[in-house]
């Protein structure tokens, strides 16, 4: 199984749909995506009509016809393929999951002490989760998944005048081109929401640091104290270690595989660092820490992880 299913999983649901086909789950999930189903983070689909024809070497993906076995009284499955003619199908190979999106936003409601029903503003994409306690008062906070092109009007209407609100979108790079756009301020919900062994936990002081950093001139903010920048910029170049060292791993299971070495999330990197999960939040928000949101972006993507020559020279 992937070191980091939940990670897997959140980076999914920006994809429309949200599914993994047999060997895309079998690679991230290990011989057996039960767990997750039960978990609630995952759903068992209908076979995949098509299968991938490696025999003949060109890769084909086609359509799969079922013939019933009288003998054995249940479906074969074939590959027509053109080139090199008809021949079985493992049915394990035709299987596939979806992302359980409703499931998961019962998971948030409850770990973050939500109650009642989400209300689902635009189809499959936003939803208004409810009022969330954070210190001394209430946020509402929004979910969104795959708002791509076609659904970003529609969201940004619904969104308009929510600026206080907070909007949770899977993952950091959702989170990261949401910020551009204005609007409620944007959180990965991998940055506040991590599992727990009944569902998921939450974090609210994560949650409340990355809205600080992103709206420091909010209700909540108070007057504090300079930032010690000697202690903060320690953080933040001791993350950057922690990234280099991953980023050399990455690249050399990428030379092997093909495959990208998941990202360490927040949570991963503040235990390898020792520091807070508030505090990874805070460094990679923090102005000063360009090489290290570079660092960040990179390992999250295979072609520039196999071509990481090792860190910027500061001379550079």
């Given at each position: ?213 992103a709206d420091p001139a909010g209700p909540a903010a108070r007057p504090k104290a300079a930032p010690r920048r000697g202690t903060r910029l320690d953080k933040i170049e001791r993350l ?77």
């Amino acid at each position: 199984m992937s070191p980091d299913p939940w990670t897997t999983i959140l980076r999914r649901l920006d994809d429309d749909p949200p599914w993994f086909y047999a060997e895309e789950a079998r690679a991230a999930f290990g011989k057996d995506a039960t767990p997750l189903v039960v978990r609630g983070w995952l759903k068992r689909m209908p076979p995949s009509g098509t299968a991938t024809c490696w025999s003949c070497g060109d890769g084909a993906v086609q359509r799969v016809v079922s013939l019933w076995d009288e003998k054995e009284r249940l479906p074969r499955w074939y590959l027509p393929c053109r080139r090199c003619g008809p021949h079985p199908v493992d049915p394990e190979s035709l299987e596939c999951w979806a992302v359980d999106v409703d499931r998961i936003l019962a998971q948030l409601r409850l770990a973050a002490g939500i109650r009642g029903q989400p209300t689902e503003l635009v189809e499959g994409r936003l939803w208004d989760l409810g009022r969330a306690g954070l210190g001394r008062r209430q946020r509402r906070l929004y979910f969104g998944r795959a708002i791509h092109d076609r659904h970003r009007a529609a969201a940004h209407a619904e969104l308009a005048g929510k600026a206080k609100a907070a909007l949770l979108l899977p993952a950091d790079g959702a989170a990261a081109r949401w910020r551009l756009d204005g609007g409620p301020v944007a959180v990965a919900v991998e940055a506040a929401f991590a599992p727990a062994a009944d569902g998921l936990a939450f974090d609210p002081d994560a949650l409340e640091a990355c809205l600080a950093e992103a709206d420091p001139a909010g209700p909540a903010a108070r007057p504090k104290a300079a930032p010690r920048r000697g202690t903060r910029l320690d953080k933040i170049e001791r993350l950057v270690r922690v990234l280099t060292d991953h980023l050399a791993a990455a690249r050399d299971h990428a030379a092997a595989t093909r495959r990208l070495l998941p990202r360490p999330t927040q949570k991963q990197l503040a235990l390898q660092a020792g520091m807070s999960g508030v505090d990874v939040s805070r460094c990679l928000h923090d102005p000063a820490a360009r090489e290290l949101r570079l660092y960040w972006a990179v390992a999250d993507d295979l072609d520039q992880v196999l071509n990481w020559r090792g860190r910027i020279s500061r001379g550079g």
